[in-house]
């Protein structure tokens, strides 16, 4: 089985700090996703890699910036941390493109 | 781009098999209609995906008629254990260096009563 960890799921921080979202997945795929989710607004695409070191910005990628060195692991870096940016957090890689496997996501609360 | 609409909710009674209606008037030629199920404090999980007529997999069905500007998932004889929110997708599934996008829609939560 697939199997897509996130680094916690359940995170506090305060406002401008520095925050790091990990994800790392185990089936050699291509394809690593960032998304967030909120109540009301489902899904939104933050960044998308289709290879290490190569990303593409999704549908709402200010305020992020991601990094991806090795294959398997893919991170979200939130350089300043707001409030607005609390929500849900949801990493998911696929094989080039085939279904989306999704972590179990990291709901972040920024105070 | 396509855009999706779905209903916000559904109920239903155990043993029954549920449809929920997927409209994507814009459709592309290329685009491919995914269905995923999500659970409360988990991840999407993939169900089903189809372009064009009729996909059955052991949990699902999938209808597409012709014109491919709705999509009807069907789940048949439903338990408790299917109440979850359903999310519509529309678009060509991302691959290396593929700027099209996969539009989800707002999802569908499922109540499956007793």
């Known amino acids: 089985d697939v199997k897509v960890t996130q680094s916690s799921r359940y995170l506090v921080k305060r406002t401008g700090e520095k925050v790091f979202l990990e994800c790392v997945q185990d089936m050699d795929h291509e394809n690593m996703f960032w998304y967030r989710q909120d109540p009301g607004l489902g899904l939104r695409l933050i960044y998308f890699?289709?290879?290490?070191?190569?990303?593409e910005k999704g549908d709402i990628p200010e305020g992020y910036s991601v990094s991806r060195e090795k294959k398997e692991r893919f991170s979200l870096i939130l350089e300043s941390a707001s409030t607005n940016q609390t929500s849900m957090y949801l990493c998911?890689?696929?094989?080039?493109?085939?279904?989306?496997?999704f972590g179990p996501g990291t709901r972040l609360t920024v105070l | 781009l396509a855009k999706t609409t779905q209903p916000i909710s559904m109920d239903s009674y155990e043993g029954q098999e549920v449809n929920i209606t997927c409209s994507h008037n814009?459709?592309?030629?290329?685009?491919?209609i995914t269905w995923y199920q999500q659970f409360p404090s988990q991840g999407p999980r993939f169900i089903i995906q189809g372009y064009k007529t009729k996909v059955t997999n052991e949990v699902a069905s999938l209808f597409i008629p012709a014109d491919r500007k709705s999509s009807t998932l069907s789940l048949p004889r439903v338990s408790l254990s299917d109440t979850a929110v359903y999310y519509c997708?529309?678009?060509?599934?991302?691959?290396?260096?593929?700027?099209?996008?996969?539009?989800w829609g707002l999802g569908t939560s499922l109540a499956v009563n007793p």
């Open positions: 998911a890689s696929s094989w080039r493109g085939d279904e989306q496997f």
């Open positions: 997708l529309v678009g060509v599934p991302y691959n290396a260096g593929n700027n099209r996008k996969l539009i």
């Open positions: 814009n459709i592309a030629t290329n685009d491919y």
């Open positions: 890699s289709y290879d290490v070191k190569m990303k």
